[in-house]
């Protein structure tokens, strides 16, 4: 057993033995689930190192959220929260390494009118993966390329043996890690797990009055909201111009507040991107070969606005999103692929990304996934919020530049009722 192995057990003789411990009583809502999962690391790139089976330790510290006042633990039948510390061996300590990981989380119930015994988990974090890609000595590793990146889990879990002080659970999921394209290469870590839990503390402390309470203190409402929003990110273009340089996007959106939980709506969106435009300002690679016009409107055709459709979860101080959207206009992009896509070999291009309908796709949609937090309660219904968002843009399901952004969310006046009782 090497070092980093023993680090591991200890660690986790270390939470079952607080798990034992009288902190965790049954007044308490606090919960501790130590986590092993077993899967495999999917292969990034062709040629990508062999790995063994990937094996992972999570450790998870969390509380239920049984306060009848906010409607979003009604309407989730009191999900989980908390935070995750992780350790990961992708099955190649060489040239692959291990992932260290913090990762907040939400956890929910799946098909409360007939089983309490399915759970749905999604997390959002960051990693620091200790072995990357290096040119000369780790060159087939085209995975991640910086020492920091987001990390993403979601799993189903199923409590296979309940008791009041500790459930037994089984999980399936996928989880990723990659750096949102800030450095390249960055093919991203994929793998597809199974794992074993236990969760330690008391069971959901209102679970048994659920049906009495969603029946009784949801409040039916219906509020809407306009938004805007700033941010900046960062992305490179590609191998060969592989420093970070700015995106910066603007943002309007409206939509509806569906019973202070749900978030749905729509609106349209600008960014301009610093890479584009000095690309095209120093004549680039392919830009007098193929579009030199774009040298009259650098400015112009450094852009692209669209339009998109998001849903939110609010949690609290924090929303959960995903945006899913159309790009009106973005010419570039054309560059963008061909530079990204290609092969590069002894100072020159040896064949540049192909224009196929798989391009055509990823030039059309973008997608937006990330974390919000809230100045004031979302709850509380405020007229005037403002939130602070991280978030990973991307091409489809590729990545485009990580981004951190403010913005400002303004509330209607609200229509409210109290449900019915049935």
Do not use: C
């Not at 040239?95 to 409360?112: H, N, Q, S, W």
């Not at 095209?280 to 774009?294: C, F, H, K, T």
């Amino acid at each position: 057993m090497n070092l980093k192995e023993y680090s591991l057990l200890i660690f986790f003789l270390g939470i079952q033995a607080y798990g034992q411990s009288p902190v965790i009583n049954k007044n308490s809502s606090v919960f501790v689930i130590p986590e092993f999962l077993f899967g495999k690391t999917m292969e990034a790139n062709t040629g990508f190192p062999n790995t063994k089976v990937q094996k992972s330790l999570f450790v998870s510290i969390g509380s239920y959220n049984s306060i009848v006042d906010q409607q979003w633990a009604i309407g989730l039948s009191r999900p989980k929260t908390g935070i995750s510390l992780g350790i990961t061996d992708f099955g190649n300590t060489e040239k692959v390494g291990f992932a260290y990981t913090i990762m907040p989380f939400v956890e929910v119930g799946l098909f409360r009118k007939k089983s309490n015994r399915w759970n749905l988990n999604v997390g959002m974090g960051a990693s620091y993966i200790d072995t990357k890609y290096n040119p000369d000595l780790n060159p087939l590793n085209l995975a991640v390329t910086t020492d920091i990146n987001w990390a993403f889990r979601s799993f189903f879990y199923y409590d296979v043996l309940q008791r009041k002080s500790m459930n037994w659970r089984l999980g399936v999921g996928y989880a990723h890690f990659s750096n949102g394209h800030t450095r390249l290469p960055n093919q991203g870590l994929n793998s597809f797990l199974v794992s074993l839990s236990s969760s330690i503390g008391t069971e959901n402390p209102g679970l048994e009055n659920d049906k009495v309470d969603r029946k009784q203190n949801r409040i039916k409402s219906s509020e809407t909201y306009i938004s805007l929003r700033g941010g900046v990110g960062q992305n490179v273009l590609s191998r060969v111009f592989n420093d970070k340089k700015e995106v910066y996007s603007a943002a309007f959106s409206a939509g509806k507040i569906i019973n202070k939980t749900f978030k749905f709506g729509g609106g349209f969106y600008y960014r301009f991107y610093e890479h584009y435009y000095d690309h095209i300002n120093e004549n680039g690679q392919l830009i007098s070969e193929q579009v030199p016009e774009y040298r009259e409107h650098p400015y112009r055709n450094a852009t692209n606005f669209g339009v998109f459709g998001s849903a939110e979860l609010f949690i609290g101080h924090v929303g959960i999103e995903f945006d899913l959207g159309i790009n009106m206009y973005k010419p570039f992009y054309k560059i963008d692929w061909q530079l990204s896509q290609g092969y590069f070999f002894e100072g020159r291009y040896a064949n540049l990304g192909e224009l196929t309908s798989y391009y055509k796709i990823k030039r059309t949609v973008s997608s937006r996934l990330g974390i919000k937090y809230y100045l004031f309660n979302t709850y509380t219904s405020r007229k005037n919020n403002f939130f602070l968002g991280a978030h990973i843009n991307a091409n489809l399901g590729q990545a485009d530049f990580s981004e951190l952004s403010l913005g400002y969310v303004y509330r209607f006046n609200s229509k409210e009722r109290k449900a019915r009782r049935l």
